[in-house]
């Protein structure tokens, strides 16, 4: 990236600094001004770092962005936001082109002390809460520096100890204007003994390529259980960035699962820090990419003391021209006895022009420990696709059967009917003869 590829990056941080949420702090602002010198500094990686070796994002660095929307608060997408509601009775906040929409909203009966809102309002009503997770973090990459240089809006939940919020919470990130970079900054902070479920889900409408480059944050303090599902459904000329932040602390139990549907091209990183004793973490995903799509996921889970569970399972289904690349690293530090960890990557190939990287990585620096991993790559199975040709079944209905039922291992890990309901929607659009497998289901 050229110094001159910065200059509009810089005009529009100028532009913008002093209208951004939280502008009248003074710890914030200085915040955002070290992180764009780190972007000046770090810019956009590229294939020559190990990290991003597979994903080539030149691109990204190309276009001519702008950075607020130009559409203002009158943007009608209540049909839209109809059709992606999960639950009409449980909390939602809705995000348009990276602004908050009061409206399109619902706020439903919190325990007392919890904070549900966006980014604005807490940046208002709660900021010495959110300035440790801000001003004393040092961005990962170019794009973790972006977004906290630009960062306008975003959800933030807050949980008081003991306090349990059963019903999914939906945050839902709608673009619908081409040429915008949006960046949602997103927290979630769980007291002792608390409990949560949140789904992030993104959705595009734009005609041409758009930018959502987003940060998510999660603390678990001791006991605390948090369940976060991400859904991607960019529009298909999107670029997706996407980084989450987990902390877990002593007895605590942190899900996450990240499903992969839209875009050109993304990138989910994923890191799990297992900081307290008896901690556990259950990372699960499905990236289905067809056309031209590029989808990538990194996860990093790192065991730092005794006694720590981790379970990962992701899986891939690969189609057309399409590329994936999964890499997961776990890392079981010195004083991280009776470690138990298990890392597993399937993926099926669907055409002969399909592709997948994929590297499974253990690191294990103690003696008393359990951890396994492995990744496979194959093809359709022949024999059980005789087994379903032989009693009467369509070779495209066998086809999508199996491919239906490889991706639905993954989708049944989530809890919430819901959510499950919305992931099989999505399932069905993307695998063929979906009217058949509905009756065959």
């Known amino acids: 990236m050229s110094e001159s590829m910065l200059d509009p990056y810089r005009d529009a941080f100028h532009l913008l600094a002093k209208t951004l949420p939280g502008a009248e702090l003074s710890w914030l602002r200085s915040a955002r001004r070290h992180a764009f010198e780190r972007f000046e500094a770090l810019r956009f990686p590229t294939t020559r770092s190990e990290e991003w070796k597979y994903t080539n994002v030149s691109a990204i660095g190309q276009r001519p962005w702008h950075f607020a929307s130009s559409r203002g608060d009158n943007v009608d997408v209540s049909a839209i936001v109809d059709d992606l509601v999960l639950d009409k009775t449980a909390t939602r906040l809705v995000f348009v082109n990276g602004r908050h929409a009061p409206r399109l909203s619902r706020i439903g009966d919190l325990p007392e002390g919890a904070f549900v809102g966006s980014l604005t309002r807490a940046l208002r009503e709660i900021p010495e809460r959110l300035e440790p997770l801000i001003a004393r973090v040092m961005p990962h990459d170019g794009f973790a520096a972006l977004n906290a240089a630009f960062r306008s809006d975003g959800y933030v939940v807050v949980l008081p100890a003991a306090c349990r919020i059963e019903s999914p919470m939906q945050m ?67 670029f ?110 669907l055409s002969h022009d399909a592709e997948i990287d994929t590297k499974p990585q253990l690191e294990i620096y103690a003696d008393d420990v359990k951890c396994t991993h492995g990744a496979t790559v194959g093809r359709l199975d022949e024999t059980q696709l005789f087994y379903l040709r032989a009693r009467g079944i369509d070779e495209s209905v066998a086809r999508a059967t199996l491919v239906w039922a490889f991706a639905r291992d993954v989708i049944d890990r989530m809890n919430a009917d819901s959510v499950r309901a919305r992931l099989t929607k999505l399932l069905l659009a993307r695998t063929p003869e979906a009217a058949r497998i509905r009756e065959l289901i």
Do not use: K, W
């Open 172 to 238: 839902l990130f709608i673009a619908e204007e081409t040429g915008l970079a949006t960046h949602p900054f997103n927290v979630v902070l769980a007291e002792q003994a608390s409990h949560c479920a949140i789904v992030e889900q993104f959705v595009g409408v734009a005609d041409d390529s758009y930018l959502t480059n987003a940060v998510t944050r999660i603390v678990a303090a001791e006991g605390a259980d948090i369940s976060h599902c991400r859904i991607q459904e960019e529009a298909r000329r999107a």
């Open 240 to 349: 997706h960035v996407a980084r989450m932040d987990v902390e877990a602390q002593c007895s605590s139990r942190v899900a996450s699962h990240a499903y992969a549907f839209g875009s050109a091209l993304s990138r989910v990183d994923i890191d799990v820090n297992l900081a307290g004793t008896d901690a556990r973490t259950d990372v699960n995903g499905l990236y289905f990419a067809r056309g031209r799509q590029h989808m990538d996921h990194h996860t990093r889970i790192e065991h730092e003391l005794p006694r720590c569970t981790s379970r990962e399972h992701y899986r891939g289904v690969i189609d057309d021209a399409s590329h994936g690349v999964f890499d997961g690293r776990v890392i079981v530090h010195q004083g991280a006895q009776q470690t138990d960890a298990h890392l597993a990557n399937q993926n099926l190939l």
